[in-house]
Each structure stands twice: as structure tokens, then as C-alpha cells.
């Protein structure tokens, strides 16, 4: 394999020189490209050696962090090594023992989900494995514009009324006090949950959430689904103590790691530790194509390989994203749940339309976002919140996410509707947004606003919203020393001739990628398209071949290729480019090629 570093070009792909990348501070993109920072060298060679791996892969390892101890488990991580104990979770054994309860004395269970996929997938694992068990299990998911976001009283009333003795809320109801209190008297309430907690938990029969402020577990890193997750391994344990499978077959929840899987990318948990360990082992499930749902969402997205993180968070979450945000918010559960692969592809079509609905609306809104998000940048703000009256609530947080990607900041964005405000807001690794808007909700600048690190939702009279502008420029003043352009994290440089099939089968091995878990960027130096041509849809994505100064050729692909300079640069082949992006391999008919996917480009 050529494989070779910056600098003047090494043999080694991660021995490179601090500073700027091949001398790059601004791309076409308009980013600052610097080389990730480098551990000891002697580190990925004893990790090589040690584990008898290529020098490469030892070099990767090592550049994210993995010492001798932890790579076995990180290469080969697995549910039986990383599960925790259940009962390591606050008040896990007794969500367990009131929900066993329930199956064996066949009362009915109410689950209330949130609207977003890991919503659904907490949801469809909860209501699949009840109904396995036995139990009639009602479930509701809030309509985002007529409910908003967590349990509302109405809606578990209409459970409880029905006859559900015990409900359930998945991925919200954690600060669900004022919607629990009425309905004491009428069911037990059980909560599993992820976000972050604040103050006394709601006086309910069991609050499950890692981020409680009272909870020792550790696990901060985790999605709803996960939580659920576990929380099914603590049930199907309590009931297994109790004598209920001496008669009957108890469920193999291995089959329901697809759902932790989707849920886990799609919430954008890190891929370390036990999360990766979910999310290796539920694609797999996902490849068998056995739950109808998520098979006919494969299909109506035309992959038909095995499918990968990225395919989880590009193609399968969008469209079960898309129901909740502008069309029936219960369709991506109502998909999840489907036994019949026929209403499958039918709810599955369908999703996929309101996506395309999905992602017009969103590209206006975030077209006007990234007008108002100039100025503020010119007018000095360290964190932006953009705000118009007009703006679908259902999409403010993609065109949130696609602004801070622009700008390095972080975004809120709200529609303003009969004078309130709704939205939600993305931040950037290292500044926590959802503190901030928690702390604007306790300072009375919000009427409601809550969330994680790094996503948070809020709502505000439009006449607050300068006030808590004010308090969050304040609050998170460390975003104002941010670059405006973001920064290019580079692994090293490699040759277009040893960019081959083989070493992206060997640089494979680190994923899956995502949050926490970088796919390894290297840079192809002056390299010359020889011929490019459009495909896809519409002609959305260019394909080039692409040959290096020391010869060797190497397919190349761009995506959202409409227009732009990445754009320009690829249509007009000539000048020699450095560009920079992710070396995967690619499976068609059984045969395994390599491909360079761009994320960006500099003229050489």
C-alpha cells in the first residue's frame, strides 16, 4: 500500500506536522484544515505489535485515544462485556417489579413516546416485547404543533380511561410533574428517559434516567432506547425469578438491538464504549431485514447492501424524523410496530414522500436562517438565535444543526406563531446548550426549555427572545472566541495508488463512525479529475475519477452536489486539487472496491 503522510509525504500516515494541513487555513469550504492531534508515536506501534494489527491501524487507535487494554474490546465490543447490571440504574428494580406485575396479572400498560426516532424506537421496543408478554398495550405519540413536546395529562388520561393500570412515558417525563399529578389516583406512572434532570424527580411509582442527579450508574451517554433497552433486560429477569417462562419461551431481546441501533445514531450518542457495542450488534440484527418496518424503510431508500451507521442517521431516521415534524407524529411508531409487510411498505412509501415535503420546507427555512445568521456573526454574537414568524416549527432544529455546521456556533432556531416562540437549538462539542437553556427556564426567561449538551428545545414570548439572546451570549461567552469557520480534523495523506479496496476494508474496522467516534479524514494531494459525470437523482451526486502525481487512479464522489465551489472545482477538470475525505469500500454484486467520498477541497 502507497500510504503516506503530510508534511513532505512520509510512509507513515499519522506521523504528520502540527499546524495547518499542506498549509490550508481556508478551504473551498471556507474551513481551517489541521492535523488531529498526534499521540506518541511509540503508542501505535506497541498497539500494533500487541495486538498483531497493521501499523496503520495501530496509528488510528491510537490517534482516538485506545490504549492496549481497551482496543480487544473496542474492535470486538460486545453486549456480554459492556452491559451493565441493571440494577445499577436509580429505581430500575422497581419500574421492573411493577411492569412484571403487570404482565402476570394481565393488567393493561399505556406507553407514551416522544416524536423523534429514538422516541419511536423506545416505544416499538417497549410495546413489542409487552405484547410478546401477554399484555394489551396502548401507546400515544404527542402531535408536535397541538401537543408539543412530553406527557401531557389529556393524552395519558385517555390511556388510563381505557384501562392501562400502568403508563409509561420513553424518552421524556423526566420533568413531567405538573402532567403526572392529576392522574395518581387513576394509574401507576413509570418513566424511562435520558434527559438531563433537574431538581426532585416527580413523585411517581419509578423514574429510570442515568442522568438523574441522584444516579450512580455512569451511564450519562445513552439514548432512550437504551434505556428502555436495559430496562427489558431488568424485566425479563424479574419475570424469569418469578417463574413465569417455567411454562413458556422467554424472548430473545437480541432482536430488538436493531431499534437500539437506529436510535442510538440517530440521537447522536457517542460510539464508544457500550453504545458502540449497541450499535455493531443491532446492524447486524438490521441485515437480517426481520422487523417489516425497518426492512421496507431499506427498500424504500434503495439500499440494498447490509446497512451501516451512516445509512441509520442519513436515510432510515429522516424519514421516521419526517412524521413527527409535518405530517401524523404516531406514523414512524405505526411503521416500527408493523407485522404486515405489505401496511409496511405502504406506511414506509408514505413517510418517504413526507420527507421530500420535509426537506423543501426545511431548505427555505434554513435559507433564511443563514441570512440572519451573517448578520449576527458581523454584529458580534458568540451564540446565534434566529427567530421568524412563519417558520415550521417541525424543521427549526435541522436548519438549527445545518447553521452551526456553517458557522461553528452554537444555533437556536424558533418559528413565531400568534407571538411565541418555538425551537430548538445544536451546539458544538465542549459548550452544553442544554444547561444554559435550563438555566434561562429557572431565570424565568423561558416558558418552558430543557435538553442535553448538545441539543436543546425552549419556547418564549417573542418578546423575550432578546433578553434570553442576552443570557445565553452571557451564559456560553467562551462561543464568542470560536473560529466562524470550523476546523477540518485530519488523519493523515494518502497516495491515490494505495487508496485500495484493501486498506478501506482495514480502516472499516474502527466503526462504525459518528459522535464520539470520528471516521478517519485524510487528504489526497494534487490530484487531477480526469473525467466527471453526475448521477443520482436528479443528478445530485458527482462522480470523477481522479489520478495522482505518482500515478494510480481512484473514484471519487460528492454529495449535494448542486452548486458551490466543491461543485465548480469537480465539473472543470484541470488544476490540481488537494482534497480531503473519507476512504470507504464499497460492495456491488460481490465485489468490493474502494471509493473517496469528498468533504472538502483546496486548490493544490
Not at 225 to 240: H, K
Not at 514 to 532: I, K, M, T
Not at 539 to 548: H, K, N, P, W
Amino acid at each position: 500500500m502507497d500510504i503516506h503522510a503530510a508534511g513532505p509525504l512520509r510512509s507513515n500516515p499519522l506521523e504528520v506536522e502540527q499546524g495547518n494541513a499542506l498549509g490550508v487555513v481556508r478551504s473551498l469550504t471556507g474551513k481551517s484544515w489541521v492535523w488531529r492531534p498526534a499521540q506518541e508515536e511509540r503508542l501505535g506501534q506497541g498497539l500494533a505489535q500487541q495486538l498483531d494489527l497493521p501499523e496503520l491501524m495501530g496509528r488510528l487507535l491510537a490517534a482516538r485515544g485506545v490504549d492496549v487494554a481497551d482496543a480487544p474490546v473496542f474492535l470486538d465490543p460486545t453486549l456480554r462485556a459492556l452491559l451493565p447490571d441493571p440494577s445499577s440504574i436509580v429505581d430500575m428494580d422497581a419500574a421492573a417489579s411493577r411492569l412484571a406485575d403487570a404482565v402476570m396479572g394481565g393488567e393493561p400498560v399505556g406507553v407514551f413516546g416522544d416524536y423523534d426516532v429514538d422516541g419511536a424506537c423506545s416505544a416499538a421496543l417497549l410495546v413489542s416485547l409487552l405484547r410478546v408478554l401477554g399484555c394489551t398495550v396502548y401507546h400515544h405519540v404527542p402531535d408536535r404543533i397541538l401537543e408539543g413536546y412530553g406527557p401531557n395529562s389529556a393524552a395519558l388520561r385517555a390511556m388510563a380511561e381505557r384501562g392501562a393500570r400502568v403508563l409509561v412515558c420513553v424518552d421524556c417525563g423526566t420533568s413531567g410533574h405538573d402532567a403526572f399529578a392529576p392522574l395518581h389516583n387513576m394509574a401507576d406512572i413509570v418513566v424511562f428517559d435520558h434527559h438531563k434532570s433537574e431538581g426532585a424527580p416527580p413523585p411517581i411509582r419509578a423514574l429510570v434516567n442515568p442522568n438523574r442527579l441522584d444516579c450512580g450508574s455512569g451511564l450519562h451517554n445513552i439514548c432512550a432506547a437504551a434505556v428502555t433497552f436495559i430496562a427489558c433486560v431488568a424485566l425479563l429477569r424479574t419475570l424469569r425469578q418469578r417463574g413465569f417462562f417455567v411454562e413458556r419461551a422467554e424472548p430473545d431481546l437480541r432482536e430488538y438491538l436493531d431499534l437500539v441501533a437506529l436510535a442510538t445514531v440517530c440521537d447522536v450518542m457517542p460510539l464508544t464504549g457500550l453504545n458502540r457495542a449497541f450499535v455493531i450488534q443491532g446492524l447486524r440484527v438490521m441485515a437480517r431485514r426481520s422487523r417489516p418496518g425497518i426492512a421496507a424503510l431499506l427498500a424504500v431508500a434503495k439500499l440494498a447492501e447490509a446497512p451501516t451507521a451512516m445509512n441509520c442517521g442519513f436515510a432510515l431516521g429522516p424519514r421516521i424524523n419526517a412524521a413527527g415534524r409535518i405530517a401524523q407524529a404516531d406514523m414512524g411508531l405505526r411503521l416500527l410496530l408493523a407485522d404486515d409487510e405489505g401496511l409496511a411498505a405502504t406506511l414506509a412509501q408514505t413517510l418517504d414522500e413526507v420527507n421530500k415535503q420535509r426537506q423543501l420546507v426545511e431548505a427555505a427555512v434554513t435559507a433564511e436562517a443563514m441570512v440572519l445568521a451573517e448578520a449576527q456573526i458581523a454584529a458580534g454574537h458568540g451564540v446565534l438565535l434566529l427567530a421568524q414568524n412563519g417558520w415550521h416549527p417541525g424543521v427549526v432544529g435541522i436548519a438549527a444543526g445545518r447553521v452551526k455546521e456553517k458557522f461553528n456556533r452554537p444555533v437556536l432556531v424558533a418559528g413565531i406563531t400568534d407571538g411565541l416562540a418555538k425551537g430548538s437549538g445544536r451546539s458544538v462539542p465542549g459548550i452544553d446548550l442544554g444547561a444554559a437553556v435550563i438555566a434561562a427556564r429557572q431565570s424565568g426567561l423561558l416558558a418552558t426549555g430543557g435538553g442535553h449538551a448538545m441539543a436543546a428545545g425552549f419556547s418564549v414570548a417573542e418578546e423575550g427572545l432578546s433578553a434570553f439572546h442576552a443570557f445565553l451570549n452571557e451564559r456560553l461567552a467562551e462561543a464568542g472566541n470560536l473560529p466562524v469557520s470550523a476546523e477540518l480534523m485530519l488523519d493523515g495523506v494518502l497516495g491515490v495508488a494505495g487508496a485500495d479496496a484493501a486498506l478501506a476494508q482495514l480502516v472499516a474496522r474502527l466503526g462504525p463512525f459518528g459522535n464520539g467516534n470520528a471516521e478517519p479524514l485524510f487528504l489526497l494531494p494534487r490530484v487531477r479529475v480526469v473525467r466527471s459525470d453526475r448521477i443520482g437523482k436528479d443528478g445530485g451526486t458527482i462522480r470523477a475519477m481522479v489520478e495522482g502525481e505518482g500515478g494510480g487512479r481512484l473514484k471519487v464522489l460528492l454529495f449535494r452536489a448542486k452548486e458551490g465551489p466543491l461543485v465548480d472545482a469537480l465539473d472543470r477538470p484541470g488544476a490540481p486539487l488537494h482534497l480531503a475525505g473519507h476512504l470507504r469500500a464499497e460492495s456491488w454484486q460481490g465485489r468490493v472496491s474502494a471509493g473517496f467520498f469528498i468533504t472538502d477541497a483546496a486548490p493544490a
